[in-house]
T-cell receptor, first 112, second 116 residues
Framework: GNSVTQMEGPVTLSEEAFLTINCTYTATGYPSLFWYVQYPGEGLQLLLKATKADDKGSNKGFEATYRKETTSFHLEKGSVQVSDSAVYFCALSNTGGFKTIFGAGTRLFVKA | GAVVSQHPSWVICKSGTSVKIECRSLDFQATTMFWYRQFPKQSLMLMATSNEGSKATYEQGVEKDKFLINHASLTLSTLTVTSAHPEDSSFYIC????????????FGPGTRLTVL
């Protein structure tokens, strides 16, 4: 079945450091891939998405590229801020289905 | 952008009582809504898929008689936790699908349920 695996956290970085959160997936067909962010005590917010191979999703300085050959969708940001501290979820859904499968989440702490 | 609301945002109830959680799409009609459950420091687990005017489809292992879902209109779905017990304490999150050419899923802010 479909699944998403992302790196375990927590990840602790200093402000302005480079961020990478790895995400790989297993899926039949051609899923859409997503990164969601959850700030403390809040629901999920869509951060970025990519719907086909080689697409790059980007938002708020974050970006991720849909790599079909490596079944990966790693999240990157060149310079993190304290306000980026949150839990990040990688997710996939099959076209037309919208049953979203989430990874376990990676907690990010950014120190000033 | 599209907004999905949930009410209440948090609720505390006694064991054995029932609790209803509402999920509304505020500026679009949602043909499909989803209910998720999130345990502390864990990921979201899909509980059920709710289509307007039809019975919800529950994921394996989710008790449909315990978690009653009603999708009465294109903007409202409700989740009722019946005869709640402390192990039902969790963060419940709904999402709604817009459909159409720009088919997108939006998540509600979540409802924290604590059963004493």
């Amino acid at each position: 079945g479909n699944s998403v695996t992302q790196m375990e956290g927590p990840v602790t970085l200093s402000e302005e450091a480079f961020l990478t959160i790895n995400c790989t997936y297993t899926a039949t067909g051609y899923p859409s891939l997503f990164w969601y962010v959850q700030y403390p005590g809040e629901g999920l917010q869509l951060l970025l998405k990519a719907t086909k191979a080689d697409d790059k999703g980007s938002n708020k300085g974050f970006e991720a590229t849909y790599r079909k050959e490596t079944t990966s969708f790693h999240l990157e940001k060149g310079s993190v801020q304290v306000s980026d501290s949150a839990v990040y979820f990688c997710a996939l859904s099959n076209t037309g289905g919208f049953k979203t499968i989430f990874g376990a989440g990676t907690r990010l702490f950014v120190k000033a | 952008g599209a907004v999905v609301s949930q009410h209440p945002s948090w609720v505390i109830c006694k064991s054995g009582t029932s609790v209803k959680i509402e999920c509304r799409s505020l500026d679009f009609q949602a043909t499909t809504m989803f209910w998720y459950r999130q345990f502390p420091k864990q990921s979201l687990m899909l509980m059920a898929t709710s289509n307007e005017g039809s019975k919800a489809t529950y994921e394996q292992g989710v008790e449909k008689d315990k978690f009653l879902i009603n999708h009465a209109s294109l903007t409202l779905s409700t989740l009722t936790v019946t005869s709640a017990h402390p192990e039902d304490s969790s963060f419940y999150i709904c999402s709604a699908r817009t459909g159409g050419d720009a088919d997108t899923q939006y998540f509600g802010p979540g409802t924290r349920l604590t059963v004493l």
